[in-house]
């Protein structure tokens, strides 16, 4: 049983950073892949990164790329978002998940089993 730990959400003005973390509980077939997803209220849970920890392969929704970094530290079995100009559109409750290392490009919410309890990002504009 994998467990997942965010933090690092927040409060910040359009155009500003943040970074959340995800520390997992293990490195195993069951959290290969690591990925970070957010859902809006009213809105579906979309997939924003992943990473494919053996590989360090990433995976990045067309909406952050060049604006969002996903990266480890193996070390720690944590996983990074670091968040650069945000927008408000970025607003959401952010989710740290957990998937076999084969379902990664998918950024698809079914295909991790894992879930962390979520950190909230507020964007202001």
């Known amino acids: 049983q994998v467990q997942l730990v965010e933090s690092g959400g927040g409060s910040v003005q359009a155009g500003g950073s943040l970074r959340l973390s995800c520390a997992a509980s293990?490195?195993?077939?069951?959290?290969?892949?690591m990925g970070w997803f957010r859902q809006a209220p009213g809105k579906d849970r979309e997939g924003v990164a992943a990473?494919?920890?053996?590989?360090?392969?990433?995976y990045y929704a067309d909406s952050v790329k060049g604006r969002f970094t996903i990266s480890q530290d193996n070390t720690k079995n944590t996983v990074f978002l670091q968040m650069n100009s945000l927008k408000p559109e970025d607003a959401a409750m952010y989710y740290c998940a957990a998937a076999s290392g084969g379902t990664c490009a998918t950024l698809r919410a079914a295909f991790f089993g894992y879930w962390g309890q979520g950190t909230q990002v507020a964007v202001s504009s």
């Open positions: 293990e490195y195993s077939h069951s959290s290969a892949c």
């Open positions: 990473i494919w920890r053996g590989y360090g392969t990433t």
